[in-house]
């Protein structure tokens, strides 16, 4: 893991630090951010750049994720204990497997992949992101077994895992059903994501795949969800991916969406409004509904 000390100098030293000081005036080499911290400049950039998580076009989405915020991003988060412990339980789940084809899609400076190669160093880890930075060829190119890609390889990889990103996305649903077609047969897709309102880049139109992801991607030719110790959401690929899954998927993801706004509002009445609902013969339907 990263000391703050030195990522602060590289940052200093970097040509994105222009972009950055102005963000970072109070903090030094002694005083590290911590994770509200990094939100709350992020929203910054994201206020500054007149952007609208409800109004917003594709290009302004571009330039936002092409700003140097996500290479202090990627370095804040190789020098944090909370975000590495996850990265860490990932990779664990490799320990013993050995001579995989693994993708880290949206795999940013490398983080995840590196901590992958370490517990298996016979695989090999392509990086498949975007707004790949010149540092993050850097950053990996110790790991021989680590390779930055531009472009997608279908039916190749035993396992493709992407952390914080399809929160990102207009249309999460493409990119699952792009790594279904990316996977092997029996290939496992390993996902985290958090769809809530903590920064203001998590678009507001997706947060319904909260109560719904885990139930939506095995529609897509996925497994139920694989419960383990390790950070994320597991699921084996049990088929390829054809039209009648998706028009299924999309189906429950409008469900999932129009039901979002009752499940905000018990969640805000909790008990009482369990009470009522109860007394009205309307809880377990509603809970049905939600579940299902």
Same mark, same amino acid.
């Given at each position: ?11 200093? &030293? ?36 007149? $952007? ?5 076009? &594709? ?15 990627? $370095? ?15 990779? &664990? ?15 940013? /400076? ?32 110790? /790991? ?25 996305? &207009? ?37 319904? /795949? ?54 905000? /509002? ?27």
């Amino acid at each position: 893991m990263r000391k703050w000390e030195n990522v602060y100098k590289i940052l200093k &030293e970097s040509d994105n630090w222009s972009a950055l000081e102005e963000y970072l005036i109070e903090f030094d080499e002694n005083t590290k951010p911590d994770v509200e911290d990094m939100w709350n400049i992020m929203n910054q950039v994201w206020d500054d750049m007149n $952007l609208d998580n409800l109004n917003y076009t &594709e290009a302004e989405l571009n330039k936002y994720y092409s700003h140097p915020v996500w290479f202090l991003n990627g $370095l804040f988060i190789e020098c944090d204990k909370t975000s590495m412990e996850h990265r860490k339980s990932i990779a &664990e789940y490799f320990k013993d497997k050995n001579n995989l084809k693994i993708v880290d899609y949206g795999g940013g /400076f490398g983080t995840l992949a590196k901590e992958i190669a370490k517990v298996s160093p016979t695989s090999t880890i392509d990086i498949y992101d975007p707004h790949a930075s010149e540092f993050a060829y850097k950053n990996v190119g110790d /790991f021989k077994n680590i390779s930055i890609i531009s472009g997608i390889k279908l039916n190749h990889y035993d396992f493709l895992v992407n952390t914080d990103f399809i929160e990102h996305v &207009e249309d999460p649903l493409e990119y699952i059903i792009q790594h279904n077609k990316m996977l092997k047969n029996n290939g496992v897709l390993i996902s985290h994501w958090n769809f809530s309102d903590i920064i203001k880049c998590h678009l507001p139109k997706n947060f319904h /795949f909260k109560y719904s992801m885990n139930k939506i991607i095995p529609l897509l030719g996925f497994s139920d969800e694989i419960i383990n110790e390790n950070h994320g959401h597991y699921f084996k690929k049990e088929k390829i991916v054809d039209e009648e899954d998706i028009k299924k998927a999309y189906k429950k993801a409008r469900k999932s969406k129009n039901i979002y706004p009752i499940i905000k /509002f018990i969640s805000k009445g909790k008990k009482p409004l369990k009470i009522i609902l109860k007394k009205l013969g309307m809880y377990d339907f509603i809970k049905r509904v939600i579940k299902n």
